[in-house]
Nanobody, 124 residues
Framework: QVQLVESGGGLVQAGGSLRVSCAAS????????MGWFRQAPGKDRDFVAT????????YYADSVKGRFTISRDNAKNTVYLQMNSLKPEDTAVYYC?????????????????WGQGTQVTVSS
C-alpha cells in the first residue's frame, strides 16, 4: 500500500511560479509511474502530467505544456511539479497519483493510489 502526501500549494499571483511536491511511502517508489491531476470546483479531475518510474519519460496536457515540469527524485521518494507562468485558470486542487508500472496514462483510472490534494490558487 502506497501513501502519497502532497505539499507546497498556496496562493500566487498570475505569472508567478510554484512548486508542489508529493512524498511517497509504503512501497518501492522507483517501481511506480507517477502523475499529477487537478480538479477545480464543479469540474472533473483533469490530467496535468505524468512521469515514468525511471524518470526518463514525461508527458503533459496541452494546457500546461511549456509552463509546467514534472520531475522525480527516487532517492527521496518524491515527485515534483514545477509550475511557471501561472494563470488564474490553473486554480485547482492538485493531486498526485501512482501506478505500479513503468508508464502510466492520462486517465485517472490508470492509477492505483492517490494523495489528498493540495490547493493552488492563482489570483489575477
Amino acid at each position: 500500500q502506497v501513501q502519497l502526501v502532497e505539499s507546497g500549494g498556496g496562493l500566487v499571483q498570475a505569472g508567478g511560479s510554484l512548486r508542489v511536491s508529493c512524498a511517497a511511502s509504503g512501497g518501492t517508489f522507483s517501481s511506480y509511474a507517477m502523475g499529477w491531476f487537478r480538479q477545480a470546483p464543479g469540474k472533473d479531475r483533469d490530467f496535468v502530467a505524468t512521469i515514468s518510474s525511471t524518470g526518463g519519460n514525461t508527458y503533459y496536457a496541452d494546457s500546461v505544456k511549456g509552463r509546467f515540469t514534472i520531475s522525480r527524485d527516487n532517492a527521496k521518494n518524491t515527485v515534483y511539479l514545477q509550475m511557471n507562468s501561472l494563470k488564474p485558470e490553473d486554480t485547482a486542487v492538485y493531486y498526485c497519483a501512482a501506478r505500479r508500472a513503468l508508464l502510466a496514462g492520462s486517465r485517472p483510472q490508470h492509477y492505483d493510489y492517490w494523495g489528498q490534494g493540495t490547493q493552488v490558487t492563482v489570483s489575477s
